[in-house]
């Protein structure tokens, strides 16, 4: 379905895209990992042909972007990061806007707008306009602007941020519904517990480079050991972190503002008492200790050195 073949671009001398690759198989729903200002927004942003790229090239179902650019915009839906909908109207009269644009016209136009609002579960808000929703509505209906042409790709870019818990969960699992139906589906977020729930396979770019990429079975066979330790202190003061990254045999990575420590040895159960003596010793005040089970977040610790919040 989507194929980016070493991709670049910059802005000026700073180059934030470096030679990303990776293909997507039709009906697979591909997660995009990375923390903020990784390079996320604008490889998605090329992939759309918002944003023209300086090497490389896109191709959507064999057909490049950079050739057939209306083409392939007719069998793209995107949901943006923002609010793509005007306030003052109606959510029925936003979709059927939107898919006027797309070319939907008459009977066919207004069918698609029920069909719409049924997917995103607001059927009986439709008359009311979009200023009246609260962010997790607005965000369903940006989701249905994108559904109106029944694209064959759908691009999502952080549809979660700033909403509640409970539109978040209506969200992820319309997205599941629309995959397994064959719908195939780029999500990109750097909130882990949503790709992990979504996606078969996973890229993870970080300053603009794919670090990692394949099933979440083979992202964590990458990884060090089944678990680590991690620390809770007061404080973390860079004298303490020093000594702590010369203990022998540990990687550490550190979340210095809040006081988190995670120590990656071969062995986190025999490593425990050493990390503890070398803790008190650089002066930490520990609150807890934990063994914990590794995951993709952990993977993208041991890779980069910080969250995915960041």
Known sequence: MLEVKELKKSYGKKEVVKNVSFTIEKGESFGLLGPN???KSTT?????????????EVLVASQSVKQFPVLIKKKIGVVPQEIALYPTMSARDNL??????????????????EEVLGIVGLKDRGKDRIETFSGGMKRRINIGAALMHEPELLIMDEPTVGIDPQSRNHILETVKGLNEKGMTIIYTS????????????????DHGEVIALGTKAE???RLAGSSFIQLKVESLSDT?????ENTAN????FQQEAGIIEVFAPNPQEAVATIITSSVQAGLKIESVEI??????TLFLQLTGRTLRD
């Not at 998605?44 to 490389?56: A, E, F, K, T």
């Not at 303490?240 to 702590?244: C, D």
């Open 44 to 56: 998605i942003s090329m992939i759309c042909g918002l944003v023209p790229y300086d090497h490389g």
């Open 292 to 297: 914990k089970e590794s995951n993709l977040e």
């Open 240 to 244: 303490a972190m020093k000594v702590l």
């Open 96 to 113: 059927l806007f939107w898919g006027k644009m797309y070319g939907l016209t008459g009977a066919q136009a207004k069918k698609r707008v």
């Open 37 to 39: 200002g990784a390079g």
């Open 250 to 253: 540990v990687q550490i990575t």
């Open 190 to 205: 750097h909130y882990m517990e949503e790709v992990e729930f979504l996606c078969n396979r996973v890229g993870i770019i």
């Open 219 to 221: 992202l964590c066979s």
